[in-house]
Nanobody, 116 residues
Framework: QVHLVESGGGLVQPGGSLRLSCAASGSVFALNGMAWYRQAPGKQRELVAV???????NYADSVKGRFTISRDNAKNTVYLQMNSLKPADTAVYYCNTDTATMGGYWGQGTQVTVSS
């Protein structure tokens, strides 16, 4: 049974930071690379960052140098540290496996709003 719970979103001023967390069910976390996605109003959901089971990472060009994805295998948790936030980063952020499809299971997401 897949279960994903995202948290840590909120309202932050431009240039600020937030740290998102995602608690995943053990089987999902242990067997998969994990990723963060985001969906802004009126836009398609997009891949933001990926971390493999071995810890290798990859980022969308729009967040490179500002966001850092990490995972704690002991806690079945994946994190997204977001620094130097911009209004364009405003979206609902979701975590899932790195091969997730729109038709599959998704958690409720966590809202990030960057505004002065």
């Amino acid at each position: 049974q897949v279960h994903l719970v995202e948290s840590g979103g909120g309202l932050v001023q431009p240039g600020g930071s937030l740290r998102l967390s995602c608690a995943a069910s053990g089987s999902v976390f242990a067997l998969n690379g994990m990723a963060w996605y985001r969906q802004a109003p009126g836009k398609q959901r997009e891949l933001v960052a990926v971390i493999t089971r071995g810890g290798s990472t990859n980022y969308a060009d729009s967040v490179k140098g500002r966001f850092t994805i990490s995972r704690d295998n002991a806690k079945n948790t994946v994190y997204l540290q977001m620094n130097s936030l911009k209004p364009a980063d405003t979206a609902v952020y979701y975590c899932n496996t790195d091969t997730a499809t729109m038709g599959g299971y998704w958690g409720q997401g966590t809202q990030v709003t960057v505004s002065s």
